[in-house]
């Protein structure tokens, strides 16, 4: 099932209260999305899938227009998590790193209501962030408020994922209570989660020093400063040893990002596939044509890929978590 802005601030809560987070995969096509939701399904876990700009406008989605893109994205996942297979697997769309002048646009157009070509079939995503983590603390405050004014004038819930400093050591906690308080002083209610800084990196370098103990005083200040209970979002997972993450879900992160080592897993599959594939890929091979087929590479790439996600999700304590989701929207 595709959960809607309210749907997935239960989640979050459930997540809190329980002690998890969820996986949040930054997927880049369709065989990656429906990878990710046959690892839930069979870790019977609740999962998030995000899309970047350059997803968003890469070939697979938009292929140069994200808007397209985004709806096309949001059509696969809702087709997949409406079927018979992943209709149990609670799922999220969030829209990750988006940044530059089309950031705005493109999050306020979804917020109204993506057209998909089906008749009468108007998408948005679950959940949403900016890309703000360069911006002034005015700026990064304009954004969210713009996009709370958005869904305000649209008569729809807007659930917010606030960022500032992702990078860039740790975010000092008067940073948070001047951000989250400006937010929630003029579009109440909106933020639902919290990505300070808390000492990771993205991308697979080296980490810059993850403080466990930022991540449950950041989520202690901002369920304060909000008046509700809110958990962090954490951002460049991908070089975290995994205590350090089992750490950080025990310290209040109930939403992970992870993408470049997802990435790196999926493009070596790949490179494998065909380095091992060479004689059977060359045309008169008996095997060509098979081998040369789509799902040859992607039937590779998700043996190596499965694992892996499910590893990650039991790590974050997720696994066998859907039925406490499903119970806290009152499915089951
Ligand atoms: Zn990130």
Redesign the pocket.
């Known amino acids: 099932m595709l959960l809607d802005a309210l749907q997935s601030r239960a989640v979050f809560r459930a997540a809190l209260d329980g002690g998890f987070a969820l996986l949040a995969v930054n997927a880049d096509s369709p065989a990656a999305i429906t990878d990710v939701l046959e690892a839930a399904r069979a870790e019977d876990a609740p999962v998030m899938i995000e899309a970047s700009l350059w997803q968003l406008t890469g070939h697979s989605f938009g292929a140069g227009d994200p808007l397209l893109g985004m709806a096309r994205y949001l059509v696969q996942i809702a087709l997949l998590a409406a079927s018979e297979r992943y209709g149990r697997v609670p799922v999220l769309f969030h829209t990750?790193?988006i940044r530059g002048p089309q950031t705005l646009p493109l999050l306020e157009a979804s917020l109204r209501g993506l057209a998909t070509g089906i008749p009468g079939a108007v998408m948005s995503p679950s959940t949403l962030s900016v890309d703000s983590s360069a911006f002034t603390e005015t700026e990064n405050i304009e954004a969210l408020v713009r996009l709370g004014c958005v869904a305000r004038d649209c008569g729809r819930p807007v659930t917010l994922e606030m960022e500032a400093g992702?990078d860039d050591g740790v975010t000092d906690l008067a940073v948070a209570e001047r951000l989250l308080g400006g937010v929630e002083e003029r579009t109440p209610g909106t933020i639902h989660l919290w990505a300070p800084g808390v000492g990771t990196r993205?991308g697979l370098g080296e980490q810059g020093g993850f403080s466990s103990e930022a991540v449950r005083s950041h989520q202690q200040t901002a369920s304060r400063v909000l008046g509700r209970p809110v958990g962090i979002a954490l951002?460049?997972s991908s070089g975290l040893e995994p205590e350090a993450l089992k750490a950080a879900v025990s310290s209040g992160v109930v939403k992970v990002?992870w993408?470049s080592e997802s990435l790196r897993i999926r493009s070596q599959a790949a490179q494998e596939y065909y380095l091992e594939q060479q004689a059977a890929l060359t045309p008169g091979h008996p095997q060509w044509k098979t081998a040369a087929m789509d799902q040859g590479v992607q039937a590779h790439v998700a043996s190596r890929y499965l694992p892996r996600v499910a590893e990650r999700i039991r790590l974050l304590g997720a696994s066998g978590q859907a039925g406490r989701c499903r119970s806290a929207l009152g499915l089951e």
Do not use: A, E, I, L
């Open positions: 990750d790193h992702v993205h951002h460049g990002n993408s």
